[in-house]
């Protein structure tokens, strides 16, 4: 069965920098969602898409954005990368026309700031 | 704003035993409980959903309970296997559809064989 794609699975930037991770959802999902996970920490939610609209919106801060496109894949940008950024970002589809709204995982970006 | 809890933090136990992981959270207006499965530097595998309206689901060995009323979910493991050496998490969003689960810490379970 199809999964969550996410690229690039490894990215590495300097501080300041920007970087735009892609996800790709499963075929037929019309939700997207991102999270970030720090070293030893749990995952954080950042930000959702339902349709094409933002739907819920957590912890991203300010110089963080994301859209999600007509094909339903969704990027996360990120500008002015901290060296605090560095941690696996996960998205994640789920549809909310299905039953349940299970979310399915892709297998992350690692992302590392120098 | 939704709060979760895991305990214990870590659990080792021998191989065949049966074990229970429990979660609990602070919002009894959750809507979907995820208990989730993470190897060492991996993705999350979705191993359990309980919605709001059912109080419990099996997946093979493994079963999960939820009870909005006390504030808690269970994921219990029956015949534990060295391969079920994980990170579990459970997670949990507050319904009104494309919502962002909250996770707790989750549990290091160790299977010594």
């Known amino acids: 069965a199809a999964g969550v794609i996410q690229s690039p699975r490894h990215l590495i930037k300097e501080k300041r920098e920007t970087a735009t991770l892609k996800c790709y959802p499963i075929p037929r999902h019309d939700t997207v969602y991102w999270y970030q996970q720090g070293p030893g920490q749990d995952p954080q939610f950042l930000i959702s898409?339902?349709?094409?609209?933002?739907?819920d919106k957590g912890s991203i801060p300010d110089r963080f954005s994301a859209q999600q496109f007509s094909d339903y894949h969704s990027e996360l940008n990120m500008s002015s990368l901290e060296l605090g950024d560095s941690a696996l970002y996960f998205c994640?589809?789920?549809?909310?026309?299905?039953?349940?709204?299970?979310?399915?995982f892709g297998p992350g970006t690692r992302l590392t700031v120098t | 704003k939704q709060e979760v809890t895991q305990i214990p933090a870590a659990l080792s136990v021998p191989e065949g035993e049966n074990l229970v992981l429990n979660c609990s959270f602070t919002?009894?207006?959750?809507?979907?409980l995820q208990w989730f499965r993470q190897d060492p530097g991996k993705g999350l595998t979705s191993l359990l959903l309980i919605q709001s309206s059912q109080r419990e689901q099996t997946s093979g060995r493994l079963n999960a309970s939820l009870d909005k009323s006390s504030g808690r979910s269970t994921l219990y493991i029956a015949a534990s296997q060295p391969g079920d050496s994980a990170t579990y998490l459970c997670a949990g969003d507050s319904g009104g559809g494309a919502d962002g689960l909250t996770f707790g810490k989750g549990t290091h379970l160790i299977i010594q064989p």
């Open positions: 919002d009894s207006a959750i809507y979907n």
């Open positions: 898409f339902y349709e094409k609209m933002q739907s």
């Open positions: 994640a589809s789920s549809s909310l026309l299905g039953p349940g709204g299970e979310q399915y």
